[in-house]
């Protein structure tokens, strides 16, 4: 997934990924209902209020506390972080275990799901049933979530027995298994087997058995039969809640394509969207601080500003490097490496360059668009790829590292410029003329467009737009994959 996509996938998904099972007394080990939570369609809800004092909070757990308090499950993203619900808010009984409810809270972006104290619930009406989706309701509301920046819940897991996963081959090099799944379709119970093909770029895909783990129900090509297997290397497997039922999604980086799959009684995995971003019939504005510009801009009345190559005296040179950088070039287009050894290189490139009116008030100055690409072979690879402009001194010299302009290419590059971690992404940039002044235009591979204002040298967005948004329809040409 071009990524925004996939760090926006990546990004907008809750990875429950749970290690080791320590020694658990019988007299200590939580109750049935909170180890071995199983994950079905929601069926009958009760709705109820959140009560308590205006304001209180109430915890939301992503796993049983029971399982917590004794270290059954020992992962710090399990337990109890920023997520809760407040006095008033209303939510959907699934069921209850020893003290604690699990619930739904359908958020304005989101649905929340996990445990909370049932002492703080008080039902609102009669329980009803909650109406699976079918495929095109499923569809829809991926795509729903996906385009208005929401997430999908994970289904709890919890730890492999490590003498099952070893004599299953689960503890092999190319084929771990450390956590897994537990489902229900119908009156059936499975369990799905989280499983890591190992290596620096490592991918999961999900091995279905019956409940007992007696039965290994996929063929041993489950991984190459699925179509998120085609996607890239990285790719992910992970069950997750669309409309109040576990489904399978499989996405990867570099793609912006994901497939939805869901288990039938059988334990058959059935491959029923595919998604994918597509171009929008017309932008979309999202947020706006200057309304005449934003509304120009979405009517497509802007124009685009004239620049030309480098000329020839015009050469890169850095003279206060990004932390940790060490220059190796000795040409117009320099590069740079780390000095530790990391194997991302970096490189500076001047695109083009022109005379801009960048304050509005009729003296243009000198300006070159530079693109900043940051790569790495490490892991599954990385790639950024952003563009800012930068002026270009009274010596002919394009430095992105002279303050001003490094204040521009970290506030429109943010943390991708700022080294601070190494996904992959890109934004192009360029010059557009409206109503006859000068706006800096960005546009990034998740579709978002940006008009900003570099008045007074400093970076202002103006404009926030969408170019591009998630399509989701019944995939049609791939069937069973197991």
């Known amino acids: 997934m071009n990524w925004m996509a996939s760090s926006l996938l990546r990004f907008l998904l809750i990875f ?29 809800v009760i709705p109820s209020k959140v009560t308590g004092i205006p304001g209180a909070r109430l915890t939301l757990y992503r796993i049983h506390p029971d399982n917590l308090k004794i270290g059954y499950l020992q992962n710090a993203d399990a337990k109890a972080d920023a997520a809760y619900l407040l006095t008033g808010d209303k939510v959907q009984q699934v069921e209850t275990c020893d003290g604690y409810a699990f619930v739904r809270f359908d958020g304005p972006h989101r649905v929340s799901t996990g445990w909370v104290e049932s002492d703080r619930l008080a039902p609102q009406g009669e329980p ?40 299953n081959g689960y503890s092999d090099y190319g084929q771990r298994g450390q956590a897994m799944t537990r489902l229900k379709v119908g009156d059936r119970v499975f369990a799905s087997i989280d499983v890591n093909d190992g290596g620096s770029c490592s991918s999961t895909y999900q091995d279905i058995w019956s409940a007992d783990l007696s039965q290994k129900l996929s063929p041993k090509t489950r991984q190459y039969d699925d179509p998120a297997y085609n996607l890239s290397e990285g790719r992910d497997e992970t069950w997750v809640e669309i409309l109040g039922k576990p489904v399978l999604l499989g996405n990867g980086p570099g793609s ?30 999202v947020s706006s601080s200057d309304n005449k510009v934003c509304a120009a801009i979405t009517r ?45 290189t970096i490189t500076y490139k001047a695109l083009n360059s022109g005379s801009i009116d960048l304050n509005n008030d009729g003296k243009p100055v000198r300006i070159a668009l530079v693109a900043y690409e940051n790569s790495s072979g490490a892991g599954c690879g990385s790639g950024v790829h952003l563009e800012a402009p930068v002026l270009i001194d009274k010596d002919d010299h394009i430095d992105p590292s002279e303050p001003v302009n490094d204040a521009i290419f970290k506030r429109i590059g943010g943390p991708l410029y700022e080294q601070e971690a190494f996904p992959t992404g890109s934004m192009r940039a360029g ?38 948004h998630y399509v989701v329809i019944p995939n049609d040409d791939v069937g069973t994959v197991n």
């Open 16 to 44: 429950l990924v749970i290690s080791g099972v320590p020694t658990v007394q019988a007299g200590d080990a939580p109750p049935a209902c909170a180890v071995d939570y199983v994950a079905s369609d929601h069926g009958r």
């Open 128 to 167: 009803y049933q909650l109406t699976p989706p079918n495929t095109e309701a499923l569809c829809q509301a991926a795509a729903e979530i996906m385009n208005h920046g929401g997430s999908f819940p994970a289904i709890p897991q919890r730890s492999l027995d490590k003498v099952f996963a070893s004599k």
């Open 256 to 285: 912006d394509v994901f497939y939805i799959s869901t288990l039938d009684d059988g334990g058959n995995i059935h491959t029923a969207c595919k998604g994918s971003l597509q171009p929008l019939t017309s932008k979309r504005l």
């Open 300 to 344: 497509g009345e802007e124009k685009q500003a004239a620049m030309g190559e480098p000329t020839g005296d015009s050469w890169i040179t850095l003279s206060s490097p990004l932390k940790g950088l060490k220059r190796i070039g000795k040409s117009g287009n320099d590069v740079f490496v780390y000095e530790d050894g990391n194997p991302s």
């Open 431 to 468: 010059f557009v003329i409206v109503a006859g002044k000068h706006y800096l235009e960005t546009t990034w591979n998740s579709g978002e467009q940006q008009i900003w204002s570099l008045s007074d040298n400093k970076a202002m967005k103006l404009c926030s737009l969408q170019t591009l």
